[in-house]
């Protein structure tokens, strides 16, 4: 079996299987290469994107966490003013009694 190649010229291809083994064992290689290098880029996308996922997840979650905290500091400093207010009016009651109390006595006395 033979080509001719450009110039016109016979090419016996038995002669240059060898070559052409070369030729096509190079272009295999060639593409697993192309092959491993599409699927390594692939691949460190994936991890960015999963990375960037959990700073996204991480940040939320503290957001989460603050306004929580924020909110339950609140609820008790509501409760804790509430409190107070009930007791500064029954502290007074009792302040006004203990005080006409010490009058009392240092009259008496």
């Given at each position: 079996?033979?080509?001719?190649?450009?110039?016109?010229?016979?090419?016996?291809?038995?002669?240059?299987?060898?070559?052409?083994?070369?030729?096509e064992k190079e272009?295999?290689?060639?593409?697993?290469?192309?092959?491993?290098?599409?699927?390594?880029?692939?691949?460190?996308?994936?991890?960015?994107?999963?990375?960037?996922?959990?700073?996204?997840?991480?940040?939320?979650?503290?957001a989460r966490v603050?306004?929580?905290?924020?909110?339950?500091?609140?609820?008790?400093?509501?409760?804790?003013?509430?409190?107070?207010?009930?007791?500064?009016?029954?502290?007074?009651?009792?302040?006004?009694?203990?005080?006409?109390?010490?009058?009392?006595?240092?009259?008496?006395?």
């Amino acid at each position: 079996m033979s080509q001719i190649d450009k110039i016109g010229r016979v090419i016996n291809i038995e002669c240059n299987k060898s070559k052409l083994s070369i030729i096509e064992k190079e272009f295999v290689k060639a593409e697993k290469i192309e092959r491993d290098k599409q699927r390594d880029e692939a691949e460190a996308r994936r991890q960015i994107r999963i990375r960037r996922l959990r700073v996204i997840e991480n940040s939320q979650k503290l957001a989460r966490v603050y306004h929580a905290k924020e909110n339950s500091n609140i609820q008790r400093e509501i409760v804790t003013a509430t409190n107070e207010a009930k007791g500064l009016i029954k502290y007074k009651k009792q302040a006004s009694s203990m005080l006409g109390d010490k009058r009392c006595k240092q009259q008496t006395t």
